[in-house]
C-alpha cells in the first residue's frame, strides 16, 4: 500500500512494478506486519536506514547520561540520588541493547563508535543543551523522557524483530523515568515560591528543545516516506510531536505552569492544540554540531573511550590467552 502512495508523493521509492522479486516479497511480508530477523534478506537500504536509526538511538541513551549524571553528586537528598542513579544506568542499559540490536545487522560496536566520535554518526539533539539546576533534572524526566515514549511505543511494532523486542522493555523503563521527572516537578511547583520558579525556568528552556527531538517538520525529513513503507518508522515526526503536545500541556496545567508559547490554543474542531513550531534553524545548527554543549558531550565520550582503552586491551589479551590454551590442550 505505501510503496504505491509513496510513488505519487515523488519521494524517490520504488512502486512495486519497480521492485525486483526479493523486494517485492519483502515488501509484502513488511505489509503483512511480519517481523524481518536478521538472517532474512533484506534490501541494502533498509539495512543501512536500520543502522542509521538504531545506532544514532543508541548514541542518544549513552550520550543522554551525560546531563542527569551531572546531577548525581548534587542531588537534592539519598533518595533522590538512588532514584536518578537507577535512571541513568537504565539509560546506559538501552543504549547496550540497541547497540546489540545493530550489531545483528552487520555493524560492530567499535565502527559505530568511531562514527559517533567522528561526528558522522548524530545523537539526540536534546542532550546539547545544559541541565543548569535540580528542575531541569525535573523537566528532562517529565519532557524529555516523555517525548522518547511517544516516539517510542510505536517503535515497538517496528518491522524489524531486534529493534522491535528491545523496545519493548526500553519502554516499560522509560515509562518510570517520566514518572521520576514528573514527581521532581510536582515537588518543585508545588513548592516554594522560589522552587515554583525554578520549575517554571526549567520548562521555559526544555520545551522547545523537547519538541525538537521528533526530528524536522514532516516536509523536510528526509527519511519518512521510505522508513514508513518499511515500517521502520510508523508515525510522521508531525504526528507524534502533536500527541505530545497534546499530552504534556494538561500536565503543565495541573503543576500550574505555563507553556512558553503565546499561540498555544486549544482547538475544539480538531481536538488538538495549536502550538508555536520549534526555531528550526536552532536546530539544524545543533545537530550540526553547534549547539550549546555539543563540544563538550562528545568531547566527554572521546574521553571516556581513550581512558577505558586499557580496559579493552586488557580483557582482548585475557580473551587471546584463554583461546590458546584451550587450543593447546
Ligand atoms: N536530533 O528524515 P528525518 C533517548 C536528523 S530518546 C538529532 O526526519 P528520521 C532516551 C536525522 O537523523 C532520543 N538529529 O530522520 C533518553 C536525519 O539526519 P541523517 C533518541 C535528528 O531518522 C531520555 C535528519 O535529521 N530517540 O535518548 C533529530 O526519519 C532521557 C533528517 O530527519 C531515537 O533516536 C534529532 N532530534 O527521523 C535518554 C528514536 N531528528 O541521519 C537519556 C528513534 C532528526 O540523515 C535521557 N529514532 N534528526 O544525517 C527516530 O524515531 C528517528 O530517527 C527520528 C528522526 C524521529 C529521531
Excluded at 547520561?65 to 542513579?85: D, F, M, S, V, Y
Excluded at 525538537?212 to 510531536?241: C, Y
Excluded at 554540531?289 to 586499557?310: F, I, M, Q, S, T
Aim: net charge negative; hydrophobic share 35%.
Amino acid at each position: 500500500m505505501y510503496a504505491q502512495m509513496v510513488k505519487s508523493t515523488g519521494k524517490g521509492i520504488k512502486s512495486r512494478e519497480e521492485m525486483t522479486d526479493e523486494e517485492r516479497q519483502f515488501q509484502d511480508r513488511v505489509d503483512a506486519d511480519e517481523k524481518i530477523e536478521p538472517k532474512d534478506w533484506m534490501p541494502e537500504g533498509y539495512r543501512k536506514t536500520l543502522i542509521r536509526q538504531i545506532g544514532q538511538h543508541a548514541h542518544s541513551e549513552i550520550v543522554g547520561q551525560l546531563p542527569e549524571g551531572n546531577w548525581i553528586t548534587r542531588a537534592p537528598t539519598l533518595e533522590r540520588k538512588a532514584i536518578l542513579l537507577a535512571k541513568v544506568q537504565d539509560e546506559a542499559g538501552h543504549g547496550l541493547y540497541l547497540y546489540c540490536a545493530a550489531e545483528t545487522l552487520g555493524v560492530s560496536r567499535d565502527e559505530l563508535m568511531e562514527k559517533l566520535h567522528s561526528g558522522d554518526m548524530k545523537y539526540s539533539s536534546i542532550f546539547n543543551y545544559p541541565t543548569l539546576n535540580w528542575a531541569d533534572i525535573g523537566a528532562v524526566g517529565w519532557l524529555v523522557d516523555g517525548a522518547a515514549i511517544m516516539n517510542q511505543v510505536p517503535l515497538q511494532r517496528t518491522s524489524y524483530g531486534p529493534y522491535s523486542r528491545a523496545m519493548i522493555r526500553i519502554c516499560k523503563e522509560e515509562s518510570f523515568h517520566q514518572r521520576q521527572g514528573y514527581d521532581i516537578m510536582m515537588k518543585m511547583a508545588f513548592g516554594t515560591e522560589d522552587q515554583k520558579k525554578m520549575a517554571q525556568d526549567a520548562l521555559n528552556r526544555f520545551w522547545y528543545p523537547s519538541l525538537m527531538m521528533f526530528g524536522p517538520s514532516d516536509k523536510d525529513s528526509v527519511h519518512s516516506a521510505q522508513s514508513m513503507a518499511w515500517k521502520i518508522k510508523i508515525n510522521t515526526n508531525d504526528e507524534l510531536r502533536q500527541k505530545f503536545v497534546d499530552q504534556t500541556v494538561p500536565q503543565a496545567e495541573y503543576l500550574g505552569l505555563t507553556v512558553p508559547d503565546e499561540n498555544l490554543k486549544w482547538n475544539e474542531e480538531t481536538g488538538h492544540y495549536e502550538f508555536t513550531e520549534p526555531d528550526w534553524s536552532e536546530f539544524f545548527e545543533v545537530i550540526k554540531g553547534n549547539g550549546p554543549c555539543n563540544k563538550e558531550r562528545l568531547g566527554a565520550r572521546v574521553k571516556a573511550w581513550e581512558d577505558g582503552a586499557w580496559v579493552r586491551d586488557g580483557l582482548m589479551a585475557h580473551a587471546e590467552k584463554k583461546a590458546a590454551k584451550v587450543a593447546a590442550e
